[in-house]
């Protein structure tokens, strides 16, 4: 079965400092990738994604992602976080030959220090 | 353009009541989807409607269900509700059916009491 572990539950980092959120996904190929965020009391907004092509895709609000076939990762970067990007942050994946429906990892909440 | 609305957005019920959710798909998108998000997990797939037709079921009781009208809008009915069903329910929709990306509504937060 189709699933997405993001392994750290909340992380703090400083504002200016770097960003690294990760995503594992378990699949037997190469599956839809997404990073959507959310803000408290909010709907999920979708940062980027990843169908084919280029591994390195970029998104709104400076962030990037990388996919890697070999380590079945997605993981989310941004090189300098601001107070503003305090949310909760989701990979999720959609299963080639499904519907559409995605699956979600639990998240995580990222918290920024000024 | 209007992104996905959904109405209402904030709803307390008792238990064993019966509730209707609505949502609205961004113009031209064909497709809609159901998530459940309970407090502190990440959204749980429901149901996904295309074209009127159910296209997917997650893994959540008869008590759940839904339709989609001709103008693409859909409706979430929960019937006999238990307090675990209190959540934030969530409607994306998309131009069509994977691999294209789904756009979330704000949700609609109900409390079973």
């Known amino acids: 079965a189709q699933s997405v572990t993001q392994p750290d539950i909340h992380i703090t980092v400083s504002e200016g400092a770097s960003l690294e959120l990760r995503c594992n996904y378990s699949?037997?190929?190469?599956?839809?990738l997404f990073w959507y965020v959310q803000s408290p009391g909010q709907g999920l907004q979708l940062l980027l994604k990843?169908?084919?092509?280029?591994?390195l895709v970029q998104g709104i609000k400076g962030f990037e992602a990388e996919f890697k076939r070999s380590q079945s990762s997605f993981n989310l970067r941004k090189p300098s976080v601001h107070w503003s990007d305090a949310a909760e942050y989701f990979c999720a994946v959609v299963g080639r030959g499904s519907q559409g429906n995605l699956i979600f990892g639990k998240g995580t909440k990222l918290s920024v220090k000024p | 353009d209007a992104g996905v609305t959904q109405s209402p957005t904030h709803l307390i019920k008792t238990r064993g009541q019966q509730v209707t959710l609505r949502c609205s798909p961004i113009s031209g998108h064909k497709s809609v989807s159901w998530y459940q998000q309970v407090l502190g997990q990440g959204p749980q797939f429901i149901f996904q409607y295309y074209e009127k037709e159910e296209r997917g079921r997650g893994n959540f009781p008869d008590r759940f269900s839904a339709r989609q009208f001709p103008n693409y809008s859909s409706e979430l009915n929960v019937n006999a509700l238990l307090l675990g069903d209190s959540a934030l329910y969530l409607c994306a929709s998309s131009l069509e059916l994977a691999p294209y990306e789904q756009y979330f509504g704000p949700g609609t937060r109900l409390t079973v009491t």
């Open positions: 990843y169908f084919s092509g280029d591994t």
């Open positions: 699949y037997g190929a190469t599956p839809y």
